[in-house]
């Protein structure tokens, strides 16, 4: 059992820690706000928060709720969008400090805390408001509670605050309907815990935190299975040569060691294959966790062999991985770390981390922020106002919309960052349903209104799309957007006024890609 005073002792130094790297976080992303705009991906679920819903295109509701309340909260600001993922990977961390507390003790949960914020992948997490900010804190808090409703089955709130968490992790990511089969392996493959498989409350915050997924499923009812069919294209494999196959395949875990630091990275690979290999000599404790990661993470490896997989797909994995690591460190393993394990995982992950920040301030300080790379991000705010003022200058502004004819995200960028923030609409040339927007209602709810169009222009200005331009009773050129973004590079929109939409014709469901 550990010390008393020595887990206070390192719970306050973990505290401390946390409000340190907080307060750096903090002025770091105000730093990052001021020199870069979201990426397309927060605009876009930004968009997603004016209109909550019980499901979209591709991903259950909460992001989309989360943003709704940033943006309500905020008054839609770029800081706030900015503050969430930092205010979801604090409290990710405290789960995790807790959860490796109660399993170890606190030295050690001090380790694991550390091991975790010295990764590239932890800065990320901190920065840029995805879904992955609300699903690993639920499937951490779920990690901890499940340990805790193990130690004592007949607490009932512990099973209640299991089954919300689910559910909400489930309202976050698809990714969360994975918990309940973990539950259920380690009940079988624990020996001193498979009562778990006869206590009804086990099985009751299983299917009540499944439940939430309820009204995801009857949205996409209404909606021809729309983010199953999107998932479905994740799946999708393709007939490549020997050489693409390989360097798709070697893809995946090169990302991995890049973004939980080299030696980090092999340190948990290490780590999981002894305790696979002692198996029998390894407690509950560490069973718990290493059926919590191993077979997990050893099937992405095995789907790497046939497709592409995104470097966040196993992050949720990784979390007990972690824990079970800093155990290793600390000697509370069957198996002992040698120094160097200990020592040089701190230091390659300090030195990247710290690289990685100096890196972002070198870059945004000087012309190297002009690279195409960084493009994605920079110049929409301008791009916005400059959008604005052509939308205060319709002739028809409370009859006007606003249209954009290139990829999702010109849409949400256009939306966040004109001041108006307008509700904009999207063109989808291949007439499919592609992204959320075409699922909402599109310009068919407004007939007989003006909209302003922007379509994504080159050096010499363009005419409007025919398709688009024959919907208007006529369409007129109303000017350019144009933001340099570096040499010889810009930003360039043409902009049109259509007045009077005539007809439209809703997307029809096709190829999600």
Known sequence: ???????????????????????????????????????????????????????????????????????????????????????????????????????FGAATAYVAALLILLTPANMGLNLFFTIDAPLLLFWSLALLLFWLAVEK?????????????????????????????MMAAFAIF??????????????????????????VLWWNTQHEWITLEHTKHHFETQSLSFTKWLSRTLEFPAVQTLVYSPVTYVALLVVLYLGAKNWRLMDRRARYLL???????????????????????????????????????????????????????????????ILAHIALLVIFLTDLKGHKKLNEMRGWTETGIQAGEFLDRVPRPENTFVLAT??????????????????????????????????????????????????????EPAALFPAVAKRFEKVERLGRVEVTLGPNNKRIFDVFLGHNLLSWEKPGRGDKK
């Open 190 to 215: 624990s020996p001193p815990d498979r009562h778990l498989l006869r206590n009804p409350r086990m099985w009751a915050s299983i299917l009540i935190g499944m439940a939430f997924i309820t009204p």
């Open 153 to 181: 089955p007949a607490c009932l709130w512990r099973w209640g605050a299991l089954a919300l968490t689910i559910g909400l992790g489930t309202l976050s990511k698809q990714m969360m309907l994975a918990f309940p089969a």
């Open 1 to 103: 059992m550990p010390d008393p005073a020595s887990d206070a002792l390192w719970t306050r130094r973990f505290a401390g820690l946390l409000g340190v790297v907080f307060l750096f976080r903090i002025a770091f992303m105000l730093f990052f706000t001021a020199q870069a705009d979201l990426a397309g991906d927060e605009a876009y679920y930004w968009d997603w928060g004016r209109q909550p819903d019980w499901g979209y295109f591709s991903k259950p509701p909460m992001i989309g709720w989360l943003m709704g309340l940033v943006g309500w909260a905020t008054g839609n600001a770029e800081w706030g969008v900015r503050l969430a993922p930092l205010l979801f990977g604090t409290a990710t961390l405290a789960v995790l400090f807790a959860l490796a507390r109660q399993l």
């Open 406 to 459: 290139g990829y999702r995200y010109d849409a949400a960028q256009l939306a966040f960052t004109m001041p108006q923030h307008p509700r904009t609409y999207r063109w989808e040339r291949s007439g499919r349903v592609l992204s959320q927007y075409e699922v909402w209602p599109g310009p068919e709810e407004r007939l007989g209104d003006d909209a302003l169009i922007f379509k994504g222009g080159d050096a």
């Open 291 to 353: 059926l919590c990661s191993a077979p997990a993470l050893l099937g992405f490896f095995a789907l790497s062999l046939r497709q592409k997989i995104n470097p966040n797909w196993p992050a949720v994995f990784y979390v007990p991985a972690f824990i079970l690591l800093a155990a290793w460190f600390a000697g509370q393993l069957p198996f002992i770390a040698r120094p160097f394990w200990r020592t040089w995982t701190v230091r390659v992950g300090a030195g990247l981390v």
